[in-house]
């Protein structure tokens, strides 16, 4: 007997971004496994049952979720976000190959969701407009020094940079390492976004210049997006500055 | 007088992959601007009118939607997609730097929607999972040599990498070389995945070796992702092999 897992995304946390596709998805499964926050989100029917777990705990989630799918059940795994970026999907395949065969078999439905760089770059203008990347900052799961050396060759790229997981109790100091690596390598006045709760009540889009951001003004809930050498701002009267990166390149890079 | 201007992402192509927020933005809208396809999507009432243009029409297309916005409508401009991601989002971003003063003055409310790479990564298993980039292989709006460039420096870094725009009449041996030069830098079973029209019905997804991936078979419709060094594959009996991006890495990188 296998039944079914589905690893959904909610989007970045207001309502209106969740997809029908995910809600459907809540709607058919039966046991929810996720970080208690997201779980949160879901207005659960009596029948359904959640099982919270703290966020650090993202392969043990997955094994339970897969062993309660392989029993037969309807599972969802909720992640916020997109489950497919620095989230649940890879904890499950990686739970999947690892584990026995039988999982193999489970019915696995991975539905996308609006991740936290689209959410912010929306309100900030476009400064995801040209190429770019994203880089977690969190290194308990690589060493520290292939993080700098991935954004010192996304600076060189031209690549605009969005950064998860930017800072925490546990990883204090990271951010504010990686905007001074950064600041060594684009002009001063390059804009840096930090995008807190894109789309929630809670919501702060602050806009700053690279040689004055200050990491403290990042906590969990933050993307921060740095631009490139040719992304821009257009001041507006009585209204936020608009970030954008033009959909040309004159070739120039950093 | 200034109205009001959307920048909406429809998302990949599923109804079922629209937000509320997007659907409701277009509920509030009465003038549409957008390429053909994209407004085909949209179930207009009697008093919404649409003004459909080319794909390659961006700039003058975001300049007529302003100029309608800025005579005091309630105007949409409508990507696929994600309207931040390669669409339209950084085109009325230019439009407005470079337009008159009032332009500044419109309410501007971009919205985001799940881009392309996330769909097609959802239906393959967790390629994104680990650092990525995106990069446009369109070179009539940068050199051919900058592309280079970055694939070069993507590859050196461990990114997966996410083509967007990789192949078309008038772009047809891009993809090509872009496979041939990543296929220098990275082994040559790395996966590759090319996903056209992810969640519509018409939806192809196919994994291959870069080794042996024939650009001949994306099409303009297709999302590719070449997967890092660490990204690997679950066979499963019966069912699609998984392919995903483990979220820890050894700082092994090309």
């Known amino acids: 007997m296998s039944g079914k897992l589905f690893v959904i995304g909610l989007g970045p946390g207001s ?3 969740a997809t029908p596709e995910a809600l459907s998805a809540v709607a058919d499964s039966a046991f929810f496994y996720g970080y208690g926050p997201y779980l949160d989100r879901l207005d659960l029917r009596q029948d359904q049952t959640r099982v919270a777990s703290d966020n650090r705990e993202e392969l043990f989630r997955a094994r339970a979720a897969l062993e309660k799918a392989a029993s037969g059940a309807a599972v969802a795994v909720v992640s916020g976000g997109d ?7 890879a904890a499950v395949c990686e739970a999947i190959e690892a584990g026995p065969p039988a999982w193999r078999n489970i019915e696995l439905v991975i539905v996308p969701g609006v991740t936290a760089m689209l959410a912010v770059a929306a309100r900030a203008g476009a400064p995801l407009g040209h190429d770019f990347c994203a880089i977690s900052l969190s290194d308990n799961l690589k060493p520290w020094e292939l993080i700098e050396r991935r954004l010192t060759l996304a600076a060189e ?11 925490s109790k546990a990883r204090p100091w990271q ?4 905007l001074e690596l950064l600041a ?8 840096v976004i930090f995008g ?3 789309g929630r009540p809670d919501e702060r889009i602050t806009v700053f210049e ?9 906590d969990m809930a933050t993307c921060v997006i740095i631009g490139s050498t040719e992304t821009r701002l257009i001041e507006r009267p009585g209204r936020a500055p608009l970030v ?6 004159r070739g120039a890079s950093a």
């Open 175 to 178: 951010l504010g390492r990686a």
């Open 83 to 89: 489950p497919g970026v620095f989230a649940m999907a």
């Open 157 to 167: 790229a031209g690549f605009v940079i969005a950064l998860y997981n930017p800072i």
């Open 244 to 249: 954008y990166s033009p959909r040309f390149s």
């Open 196 to 198: 807190r709760a894109a």
């Open 210 to 218: 690279l040689a004055t951001a200050e990491a403290s003004r990042a």
């Open 15 to 17: 309502p209106a971004q």
């Open 184 to 191: 060594e390598k684009l002009p001063p006045k390059t804009p």
